[in-house]
């Protein structure tokens, strides 16, 4: 897989080494970051899959991950973050894919997600995608900004993943 860094890069599933680099980008990411604590509870919830995107020569360089729990009901995206060093390159677009290729493969209705109503560059990748505003939550966060509640029916994202 090759994004337009020129890069070769593969997914695969997050394991305990990669927790060091996910955290750094985390904390570059967030204004109230994941803990460490946060991280290895999602990586032994049975129904979270986290995914980290690296360098192929090395596959020990943590370009970026994705979080997300499935369910029948659909896929919950929790966490997405690329590394500032490389945003631009379609790195955050190779995650989502990742993650809409599992809601087709396993039938799984819809993913959601919930996103800070300043984030307008998270909020393209979105849209961009063809996920839509359905709500909003007042005060979501600690910090009592609003989330935005996004969705997208799995039926409507397969052309992202051919
Ligand atoms: C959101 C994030 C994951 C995007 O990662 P990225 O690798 O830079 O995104 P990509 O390069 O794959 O961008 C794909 C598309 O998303 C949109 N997009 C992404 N970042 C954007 C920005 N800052 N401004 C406007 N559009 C943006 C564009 O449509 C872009 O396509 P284009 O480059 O052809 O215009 C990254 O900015 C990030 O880690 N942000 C901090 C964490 C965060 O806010 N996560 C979302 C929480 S809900």
Redesign the pocket.
């Known amino acids: 897989m090759s994004t337009s860094s020129g890069i070769p890069v593969s997914i695969r599933p997050m394991v305990d080494d990669d927790l060091k680099q996910a955290l750094q980008i985390e904390m570059q990411?967030?204004p109230q970051p994941w803990s460490l604590a946060n991280f290895e509870s999602e990586l032994k919830n049975p129904i979270t899959r986290a995914l980290v995107l690296t360098d192929d020569e090395t596959d020990s360089i943590v370009v970026?991950y994705i979080i997300y729990w499935v369910q029948a009901e659909g896929i919950s995206l929790l966490?997405?973050?690329?590394d500032p060093k490389?945003?631009?390159?379609?790195?955050?677009?190779?995650l989502m894919q990742a993650m809409i290729k599992e809601a087709v493969q396993e039938d799984l209705p819809r993913i959601i997600?919930?996103?800070?109503a300043s984030?307008?560059?998270?909020i393209?990748?979105y849209q961009?995608i063809g996920f839509i505003v359905t709500h909003e939550r007042k005060r979501f966060y600690a910090d009592g900004e609003t989330a935005l509640v996004m969705e997208i029916k799995t039926s409507d994202a397969t052309g992202m993943i051919q």
Do not use: D, I
Not at 88 to 94: L, P, R
Not at 119 to 122: F, M, P, R, S
């Open positions: 990411s967030y970026g966490n997405v973050a690329v490389w945003r631009g390159f379609g790195f955050g677009m190779k997600l919930e996103v800070r984030n307008t560059g998270a393209e990748l961009s």
